[in-house]
């Protein structure tokens, strides 16, 4: 577990000051991206059967939370920790049209996940997926879409600003693009993060791109990606330089999701060949799903960097250890 303590923290907001915040930057924030990406919102499952290969296994050794239920005997049913590939099978299921696509309110229990500022087990995001056509699976097509994104958040700063002046966290004006491999060409000696670190305080917001394949210097990845959605080599991250705390803050993982050939070479290199017997991997494999761009944008994340928060237990509600409560108090940061 590791927490920053800002000095001398002024929340600038009550907890019902901050709770009317939240409420209006999430309504505002998915009304303004479901028009700027053409996006209808649509209801999404909360648990998925494990035996589809629909939930998404992040770096590939979180453990999702599972149960069983009467009525399905000796069928595993799992909390999904994103609906990264759900969301690609429901745009073929209910027929939508190129360049159309649907977002859903995605709430998650992510058990393993270490806490601190920014990460709890409980995940908020707004998932989202749009049909492309296989031509435009392209780093143009995916830098378009980055900036219509950032475009819709840094419209949210003058529309937060004018409700609650006294709160806004201003934001730059641009984002800047930069690859993994850049990163680590330019500091080797730097750990993946501390490479994020570096550029996002020298750029202010930055799309890392090329998330999920080895790295030619030392051999490694620069993060964990799941092999079977984002293609490695079209996907990437918005960070934001998060002054408040004096380090990276990253408000959405996104990409061009795998065809074919992304998903043999990837499921191959991750050693999860055995995946593409799974119900899902086998319809993609069949060229019976359409190609997509899509991800996920952190809505408490979002609130926090809107609203200058030094925690993301300021801007949802979930279990956090005694001492960082205690912690937290004392700061004059108010969890929920």
Same mark, same amino acid.
């Not at 629909?54 to 590939?60: I, K, M, S």
């Not at 055995?274 to 017997?277: F, I, P, S, V, Y």
């Not at 359409?290 to 991800?295: D, F, M, N, V, W």
């Given at each position: 577990?590791?927490?920053?303590i ?6 600038? +907001? ?5 709770e @009317? ?9 998915q ?14 499952p909360? !648990? ?5 290969g629909?939930?998404?296994?992040? $770096?590939?050794v979180?453990?999702?939370?599972s149960?069983?239920m009467?009525?399905l005997?000796?069928?595993t049913?799992e ?23 649907? =977002?859903? $309110?995605m709430?998650?229990?992510?058990k ?7 990460h709890?087990?409980?995940?908020d995001?707004w ?5 492309i ?11 378009a879409?980055?900036?219509?994104i !950032? ?8 529309e937060?600003? =004018?409700? !609650? ?5 201003? +934001? ?6 930069v690859?993994?491999?850049? *990163?680590?060409?330019r500091?080797?000696d ?5 490479r ?6 020298? *750029? ?5 791109m090329?998330?999920g394949d080895?790295?030619?210097?030392s051999?490694?990845p620069h ?6 959605y984002?293609?490695?080599s079209?996907?990437?991250d ?5 002054e408040?705390?004096d ?26 060949e055995?995946?593409?017997?799974l119900?899902?991997?086998?319809m ?5 799903l ?6 996920g ?6 609130c ?12 949802? @509600?979930s ?18």
């Open positions: 577990m590791s927490l920053i800002p000095e001398h923290y002024d929340p600038k +907001l009550s907890v019902r000051e901050t @009317a915040a939240i409420r209006y930057i999430r309504e505002t924030f009304d303004e991206i479901g028009r700027e990406l053409n996006l209808q919102r649509m209801s999404a909360m !648990f998925v059967e494990k035996k589809t629909l939930n998404d296994n992040l $770096n590939g979180e453990q999702p939370v149960f069983t009467k009525e005997p000796g069928e049913i909390v999904v920790h994103s609906l990264a590939k759900w969301k690609r099978y429901a745009l073929k299921k209910y027929g939508f049209g190129m360049h159309e696509g649907l =977002y859903t $309110n709430n998650a229990i992510r393993d996940e270490d806490l601190d500022n920014f709890s087990i409980y995940v995001q998932d989202w997926e749009k049909v056509a296989k031509e435009e699976r392209t780093e143009e097509t995916l830098k879409t980055v900036k219509k !950032f475009k819709v958040i840094k419209h949210m700063e003058h937060v600003w =004018y409700k !609650f002046p006294q709160a806004v966290h201003h +934001l730059p004006d641009e984002i800047h693009f690859t993994t491999q850049e *990163l680590e060409d500091w080797p730097l750990t993946p993060m501390e994020e670190d570096r550029i996002a305080k020298e *750029l202010g917001c930055v799309f890392v090329k998330i080895k790295l030619r210097r051999g490694k993060d964990g990606r799941a092999p079977d984002d293609d490695w079209l996907n990437g918005i960070i934001f330089w998060y408040p705390l380090c990276k803050l990253e408000v959405s993982s996104m990409g061009i999701r795998v065809d074919e050939d992304a998903m043999r070479y990837q499921l191959k290199e991750a050693g999860e055995a995946r593409a017997e119900p899902f991997h086998k993609l494999l069949n060229h019976e359409p190609y997509t761009i899509g991800g944008i952190g809505q408490s994340r979002l926090m960097l809107l609203l200058g928060k030094a925690h993301v237990g300021e801007v949802q @509600a279990i956090w250890p005694e001492d960082m409560r205690e912690k937290c108090e004392k700061a004059g940061i108010q969890l929920l």
